[in-house]
C-alpha cells in the first residue's frame, strides 16, 4: 500500500501538465470562443465531489455547530476544573519540595538558651543560634561584663563525665556539647604572671573574683597569714574603712576567706582590716593580686595522671611551664623553653626535653592518663598555655611544635598582642558595682 500511494502521488503532476500545456497552445492559436476541451475523468470526479458537498453543506454544518457547541461547552468546565486541581496539586508538591530542602530560608533559624555562672555567682541568661560558634556566645557575656581585656578569660562546660572543658571558640557549640543544656562558667582561663600591667580595674576586679573562689575551694592553697591578709584586703575592697560605730564584731562573719573558716581567722582579718584605712577598692584589689602572684599553685591547671611506676601524681599547666605534684608537692618542673614536643596517643602523654647542658640526648618521658579524653584534654590546655604565654611574634603560626595527636591551635590572641591591645583602650574607667561575692551563698555548680 505505502510503495502504491507513493507512485501515484508522484505521476499526478505529470498527468495535469499536458491537458494545461494543450489549453495553452489553443489558446494562443486563435481558437474560436467557445466551451473548451472536455474535462478529464479525474477532474470530472472532484467536480462531482465539490458539487455535493455544496448542496448539502447548509443542514450538514448546522447539525455539526450545535454539537460542537454542547461539547465546546463542556469541554472548557472539564478544562477549568482540571486547571485547579492541577495548581492545587502543583502548590502542594512545591511546598513539600520546600520543606524538604536543606536551603529553606523560611524557617527561621533554632535558637539555645545558655546560662552562664558569673565570677560574682549571679546568673546570666541570654539566646544564641543553634549553629553558632563559641565566639559568639563569649563575645556577649564579656559585653554584658563591659569587659574588655578578655583574652585571659574563658568559657567552661561540664561533659558528659562532669569533667570541666573549656569552650572552643572557633568551634560550634553543639558540636561541643552533644546533649543536655547549654551551661557555662565563666572564668580565668590565662592568669597573667604580672596583674599590675592590666589596663583596667574592672578586669583586676574579675581576677581577684576568680582568685577568691581557687583559694575557697582548695584549689590555691595558702598559709594561715596569708588566708588572713587576703581576706582584709578582701573586706577593704567590698566594705571600704573599718568603722568601730558600724562595725560589729561579727562584721564579717558572713564572709568565706578558706575552705575551712576558723574564728581565729576571721580575728586575725578584722585587726589587719583595721590597718588598711583610706585604701581604695582598686588600690585593696591590687594588694590582693600581687599578694596571690607570689603563692606556688596560683595559675595551676591541675590534672590526675600516674607516672611510669604507676604512681598518683597530678600534672600542672602554667604560663612558666608543665609542673608535676605528689602529694600537693612539687616534685619536677619542665619551663616551656625546655620543651621541645608534647603529644599523646590513647591515654598516654609524652613530653619530649632538650638535652641539658653535660647532656647528648633528648628525653621523653611518658604519663597515663584516665582515658583518651583526659589526655587530648591536658594536651590542649598545654597547646593553648604555651601558644598565648611563649609566642612573641603571633603572626607566625606554631611551626613543629605540638603536632601530634590533634589538629587543634589556639584560635586567640597571645599575651603580647593582648598587652599590646590593652595599651591603647582609651575608654573613661568604667563604673561597676564590687558585689559582695555572695559570700556564704556563693555557688559553684559548673567549676570545681
Keep these: 500500500m505505502t510503495t502504491e500511494s507513493g507512485s501515484d502521488s508522484e505521476s499526478k503532476p505529470e498527468q495535469e501538465a499536458e491537458p494545461q500545456e494543450a489549453v495553452g497552445a489553443q489558446g494562443h492559436a486563435g481558437a474560436p470562443q467557445g466551451p473548451g476541451p472536455e474535462?478529464?475523468?479525474?477532474?470530472?470526479?472532484?467536480?462531482?465531489?465539490?458539487?455535493?458537498?455544496?448542496?448539502?453543506?447548509?443542514?450538514v454544518r448546522k447539525e455539526v455547530t450545535d454539537k460542537e457547541r454542547e461539547f465546546a461547552a463542556g469541554a472548557a468546565k472539564q478544562l477549568e476544573?482540571?486547571?485547579?486541581?492541577?495548581?492545587?496539586?502543583?502548590?502542594?508538591?512545591?511546598?513539600?519540595?520546600?520543606s524538604r530542602s536543606p536551603l529553606k530560608i523560611v524557617k527561621k533559624p533554632?535558637?539555645?538558651?545558655?546560662?552562664?555562672?558569673?565570677?560574682?555567682?549571679?546568673?546570666?541568661?541570654?539566646?544564641?543560634?543553634?549553629?553558632?560558634?563559641?565566639?559568639?556566645?563569649?563575645?556577649?557575656?564579656?559585653?554584658?561584663?563591659?569587659?574588655?581585656?578578655?583574652?585571659?578569660?574563658?568559657?567552661?562546660?561540664?561533659?558528659?563525665?562532669?569533667?570541666?572543658?573549656?569552650l572552643d571558640p572557633a568551634k560550634e557549640i553543639k558540636k561541643?556539647?552533644?546533649?543536655?543544656?547549654?551551661?557555662?562558667?565563666?572564668?580565668?582561663?590565662?592568669?597573667?604572671?604580672?596583674?599590675?600591667?592590666?589596663?583596667?580595674?574592672i578586669t583586676r576586679y574579675y581576677l581577684c573574683l576568680q582568685l577568691r573562689d581557687d583559694i575557697v575551694s582548695g584549689r590555691l592553697p595558702c598559709s594561715f597569714v596569708t588566708l588572713a591578709l587576703l581576706g582584709s584586703y578582701t573586706v577593704q575592697s567590698e566594705l571600704g574603712d573599718y568603722d568601730p560605730d558600724e562595725c560589729g564584731n561579727d562584721y564579717i562573719s558572713e564572709f568565706r576567706f578558706a575552705p575551712n573558716h576558723t574564728k581565729e581567722l576571721e580575728d586575725k582579718v578584722i585587726e589587719l582590716h583595721k590597718s588598711h584605712r583610706g585604701m581604695?577598692?582598686?588600690?585593696?584589689?591590687?594588694?590582693?593580686?600581687?599578694?596571690?602572684?607570689?603563692?606556688?599553685?596560683?595559675?595551676?591547671?591541675?590534672?590526675?595522671?600516674?607516672?611510669?611506676?604507676?604512681?598518683?601524681?597530678?600534672?600542672?599547666?602554667?604560663?612558666s611551664g608543665l609542673l608535676i605534684y605528689r602529694d600537693r608537692l612539687r616534685i619536677n618542673r619542665f619551663a616551656w623553653p625546655k620543651?621541645?614536643?608534647?603529644?599523646?596517643?590513647?591515654?598516654?602523654?609524652?613530653?619530649?626535653?632538650?638535652p641539658g647542658e653535660f647532656e647528648q640526648f633528648?628525653?621523653?618521658?611518658?604519663?597515663?592518663?584516665?582515658?583518651?579524653?583526659?589526655?587530648?584534654?591536658?594536651?590542649?590546655?598545654c597547646v593553648e598555655h604555651h601558644t598565648f604565654f611563649r609566642l612573641l611574634l603571633p603572626e607566625?603560626?606554631?611551626?613543629?611544635?605540638?603536632?601530634?595527636?590533634?589538629?587543634?591551635?589556639?584560635?586567640?590572641?597571645?599575651?603580647?598582642?593582648?598587652?599590646?591591645?590593652?595599651?591603647?583602650?582609651?575608654?573613661?574607667?568604667?563604673?561597676?558595682?564590687?558585689?559582695?561575692?555572695k559570700r556564704y551563698t556563693m555557688s559553684r555548680s559548673l567549676d570545681g
Aim: positive net charge; aromatic residues 10%; hydrophobic residues 30%.
Design 39 to 59: 474535462p478529464s475523468g479525474e477532474e470530472q470526479h472532484q467536480a462531482l465531489e465539490q458539487f455535493q458537498a455544496a448542496a448539502h453543506s447548509t443542514p
Design 81 to 98: 476544573y482540571q486547571q485547579l486541581e492541577d495548581d492545587k496539586l502543583s502548590q502542594k508538591s512545591s511546598s513539600s519540595k520546600l
Design 110 to 166: 533554632k535558637s539555645m538558651q545558655c546560662k552562664v555562672i558569673l565570677l560574682d555567682g549571679s546568673e546570666y541568661t541570654c539566646d544564641v543560634e543553634k549553629r553558632s560558634r563559641g565566639q559568639v556566645l563569649f563575645d556577649k557575656v564579656c559585653e554584658h561584663l563591659n569587659l574588655l581585656e578578655k583574652d585571659y578569660f574563658g568559657l567552661t562546660y561540664r561533659d558528659a563525665e562532669n569533667q570541666k572543658n573549656w
Design 176 to 201: 561541643q556539647i552533644r546533649s543536655g543544656a547549654w551551661h557555662f562558667s565563666f572564668n580565668v582561663k590565662f592568669y597573667p604572671p604580672d596583674p599590675a600591667q592590666l589596663s583596667e580595674d
Design 280 to 319: 581604695t577598692p582598686a588600690e585593696a584589689e591590687m594588694h590582693f593580686l600581687e599578694n596571690a602572684k607570689k603563692l606556688s599553685m596560683y595559675g595551676v591547671d591541675l590534672h590526675h595522671a600516674k607516672d611510669s611506676e604507676g604512681v598518683e601524681i597530678m600534672l600542672g599547666v602554667c604560663a
Design 339 to 354: 620543651v621541645l614536643k608534647i603529644s599523646y596517643k590513647r591515654n598516654n602523654f609524652y613530653i619530649k626535653i632538650r
Design 362 to 381: 633528648e628525653s621523653t618521658i611518658g604519663f597515663k592518663l584516665p582515658n583518651h579524653r583526659a589526655a587530648k584534654r591536658l594536651w590542649k590546655v
Design 396 to 437: 607566625a603560626p606554631p611551626k613543629k611544635f605540638l603536632t601530634l595527636g590533634s589538629k587543634f591551635r589556639y584560635s586567640g590572641r597571645t599575651q603580647a598582642q593582648t598587652r599590646r591591645a590593652s595599651a591603647l583602650i582609651d575608654r573613661p574607667a568604667p563604673y561597676f558595682e564590687r558585689s559582695s561575692s
